[in-house]
């Protein structure tokens, strides 16, 4: 009998695994031959590679974690597409001015060839950017910032979004001066979607599946700027002032080690493609170290602070200005929406038509790239005593129609703002950082022209003013300019590093300092600020640094309706109507809806429960007798102003206060309601 149960229990057996490999059978026939496991060539080789990864994994890690690595190549691969994309940008602008020279003689022609050759390759940059990836455009910074503080917009950091803004800024780049735009933002941006997935791919070496934070998006957006410039200290500060709330001190040591990989390979391959001999500062100067400037000159570069800070005020708000015309403007949204390429082919082709030299070019300096002109602006001869540097300045079109050097000056600065404000407005791939810093640098060059003009030769004070650079007045303006335009101070030490002049170290930072000041002043929010408010990025810092109003605007002025409400004695239908009205976690609860008198609150899962209860016994309960009532809830009062409410709200786990004036209750404020408020001030500035 055991022998017949004991073979009963094989055959069945044996028919189970035949039927497991039927199934089996059909199911690898609805497969790809590729996916099965039983297909697997050079199994040894496969396995000797793995095996000799693994011990090359281990050798690493016993120098230094991974996570170092990806650092360093975070660094060295951003200035490889810097490089890169100067290299593409220098020969498309060569090619642009050689076909114009080719052209002499026939006005029209190069006409045509100066205005089309831009237009056409901002056109081509928004409707291809439009097309393949929209949220490449712009700079990328508030993004940036956005994503650091922990919310995510995944299709920001796609490999799509790489390819798109890459080939855009060179061709917004190739435009040369007659957009004046430049690639610090974008870059930014660049080097954080890098640092995105050299993230994943440490964390794939590693074996780790799971996100631990934004560290190296945290180093990327700092190697960003230094990569732009070799400038690496400077670039690791800037990163810290614009991301400010989102730098911790762990994070120095990472940006400052893959920032310093990243300006070693931008400059030596600056050596390689024959740019400079060895490493060096990227725009040369060759100020007088002897007598740098004269002890009374700090309170002209005082002046020229305060000057560039009005300058700076009168430039973010034309650049606020524009940004909420061109959204309530019918036509302008219109083009903005549908016909992107046309709305950028033809504002290019009118700031070309301004910019040929042969019309307000002559005083534009419309042949310079912004590499020339700013060496030009910090050239530490004067231009108007100078009859040799008059004829260098002829061959940049600085002076070629014979007016005084004042005269362009202040025509180019003029001009300038407002064709920046308006380039501003295109929707491609743009940085707005070094127009910025050149436009400040013409400013300080006027400045320092006129003070030599006035005083070189003479007694001033008792002391002989023998020659004045103006050169170090046009450095301090470039980083008193661009620094109070992003309400940052790191521009000072950028200025000193891309020259090489630590002589001006001390006039510089005094001139951004006091820029800064006027640029501050009744809360006027910066550049990036401004660019979060106009997308209504939740940029919360930003927001509350826009809304003058905030400290003194009480929040029950800016309170809506009054919230769903219980009374302690409440039954069941009138919890089920609270639950099903209400959306939130917590419902305040008062003594009765005559008196309005604060108890406290009670959880929304608490009164769930208490219908389940009334409904599964069948009974008319009280909701203080069945329900806890949470007497410690965090109130606040109408007379409060917004700023503490927000303060309130920022440390409150559950983000919900409650609002009572004389222990009657008022109403409730949750985060997302503060987020509105928040932006409905922003918006009356």
């Known amino acids: 009998m055991k022998s017949f149960d004991k073979s009963l229990e094989i055959e069945t057996e044996e028919e189970g695994n035949v039927q497991k490999q039927e199934n089996n059978s059909e199911a690898s026939h609805n497969k790809t031959p590729l996916l099965l496991d039983s297909w697997k060539p050079y199994k040894g080789t496969r396995a000797n590679v793995k095996e000799w990864l693994l011990k090359l994994r281990d050798c690493l890690e016993s120098v230094c974690g991974i996570q170092w690595y990806g650092f360093a190549t975070l660094g060295i691969l951003t200035a490889v597409l810097s490089f890169l994309m100067d290299f593409s940008v220098a020969k498309l602008q060569q090619a642009h001015l050689w076909l114009y020279a080719k052209l002499e003689g026939h006005i029209l022609l190069q006409f045509l060839c100066w205005t089309l050759y831009p237009a056409c390759i901002c056109a081509f940059a928004s409707s291809f950017s439009h ?94 700027v230094s990569s732009c410039f070799g400038a690496p200290v400077s670039g690791v500060l800037f990163g810290v002032e614009v991301m400010s709330s989102h730098f911790t001190v762990r994070h120095y040591c990472p940006c400052f080690f893959s920032a310093a990989c990243g300006a070693l390979t931008f400059h030596l391959l600056s050596m390689w493609s024959r740019d400079g001999e060895t490493l060096q500062a990227l725009f040369k100067t060759n100020f007088p170290t002897a ?20 300058g700076t005020r009168c430039y973010l708000f034309c650049h606020r200005w524009i940004l909420k015309f061109t959204k309530t403007n019918r036509v302008f949204l219109t083009m903005l929406t549908t016909e992107k390429g046309l709305y950028s082919g033809l504002v290019v082709f009118f700031l070309a038509s301004l910019t040929f030299p042969y019309s307000a070019g002559q005083y534009l300096a419309s042949k310079c790239t912004t590499k020339q002109l700013l060496s030009s602006l910090l050239e530490s001869r004067q231009w108007s005593h100078n009859a040799s540097v008059r004829l260098e300045l002829d061959s940049l079109e600085w002076s070629s129609s014979g007016a005084p050097i004042f005269l362009s000056l202040a025509f180019f600065l003029l001009m300038k703002m407002w064709m920046l404000v308006l380039a501003c407005t295109l929707p491609l791939p743009a940085g707005y950082f070094m127009p910025v810093f050149a436009y400040g640098a013409a400013m300080g060059r006027l400045f320092g022209e006129a003070v030599a003009y ?141 008196s309005q008198v604060f108890l406290g609150s009670v959880l929304r899962s608490d009164l769930l429960l208490f219908l389940h209860r009334c409904q599964t016994q069948r009974i008319e309960g009280r909701l203080d007798e069945m329900c806890s009532i949470r007497p410690n809830s965090v109130v606040v009062s109408p007379h409060n102003t917004v700023q503490e409410a927000y303060n309130m709200l920022s440390v409150v786990p559950a983000q919900t206060v409650f609002v009572a004036d004389r222990g009657k209750l008022v109403g409730q404020i949750t985060m997302s309601e503060m987020k509105l408020i928040l932006e409905g001030l922003a918006k009356d500035i």
């Open 291 to 310: 007598s740098p400037f004269f002890p009374l000159e700090i309170l002209l570069f005082a002046l020229l602070g305060l000057l560039c800070g009005a």
């Open 131 to 224: 097309n393949i990836c929209p949220f490449s455009t712009g700079s990328g910074i508030p993004e940036v910032r956005t994503m650091l503080t922990g919310i995510e917009l995944p299709h920001y950091l796609s490999l799509t979004n790489v390819f798109t803004k890459f080939l855009g800024l060179i061709c917004t780049l190739a435009a040369g001066s007659t957009v004046f735009l430049g690639k610090v933002g974008p870059f930014v941006h660049l080097s954080t979607m890098i640092g995105a997935y050299l993230d994943r791919l440490c964390r794939l070496i590693q074996g780790k599946k799971k996100d631990a934070g934004t560290e190296m998006m945290v180093v990327a957006a700092a190697v960003g």
């Open 454 to 594: 006035v005083t070189t030769g003479r007694d001033v004070l008792g002391q002989q003013w023998t020659s004045v650079n103006p050169g170090g007045y046009a450095l301090a303006g470039a980083a008193a300019f661009s620094g109070a335009a992003t309400h940052t101070l790191s521009p000072a030490l950028l200025a000193v590093e891309l020259t090489g002049q630590v002589t001006h170290a001390v006039p510089v930072l005094l001139s951004t300092l006091v820029a800064n000041a006027v640029a501050r002043s009744r809360n006027c929010p910066s550049f990036y600020d401004g660019l979060s408010i106009s997308k209504k990025l939740p940029h919360l810092p930003s927001l509350k640094k826009a809304c003058p109003q905030l400290p003194s605007t009480p929040l029950g002025k800016v309170m809506g309706v009054k919230s769903v409400q219980l009374q302690k004695a409440a039954g069941p239908a009138e919890v089920q109507s609270a639950v099903s009205n209400s959306s939130e976690a917590q419902i305040p609860v008062v003594d009765s809806h005559e």
